[in-house]
Nanobody, 119 residues
Framework: QVQLAESGGGLVQAGGSLRLSCAAS????????MGWFRQAPGKEREFVAR????????YYADSVKGRFTISRDNAKNTVYLQMNSLKPEDTAVYYC????????????WGQGTQVTVSS
């Protein structure tokens, strides 16, 4: 089992920055894939970014490429999402998720953290 807890959300003006954190506990392995997703009101949840727990192979949705950076700190068992140049359309609840490999669905989810970007 893996437990995930997000933090770092808040209210920011357009053009500003936020850093989200996802603290992981339980049976985390180097092969786990850690992802960030978001869900805006009235919309389906969408993929934002992912990274292999070992730190390899970050990948981003086109909508955030060049503005967001996913990273991890193994010593702190934490995955981060640095969000720069925020836009009102980035407003959503952001979720951290984990899966055992690329062959499985995301099995573990955090409770989410709200990000609101004002124009």
């Amino acid at each position: 089992q893996v437990q995930l807890a997000e933090s770092g959300g808040g209210l920011v003006q357009a053009g500003g920055s936020l850093r989200l954190s996802c603290a992981a506990s339980g049976r985390i392995f180097a092969s786990h894939i850690m992802g960030w997703f978001r869900q805006a009101p009235g919309k389906e949840r969408e993929f934002v970014a992912r990274i292999i727990w070992s730190g390899r192979d970050p990948y981003y949705a086109d909508s955030v490429k060049g503005r967001f950076t996913i990273s991890r700190d193994n010593a702190k068992n934490t995955v981060y999402l640095q969000m720069n140049s925020l836009k009102p359309e980035d407003t959503a609840v952001y979720y951290c998720a984990a899966r055992s490999s690329s062959l499985t669905a995301y099995e573990f989810w955090g409770q989410g953290t709200q990000v609101t970007v004002s124009s």
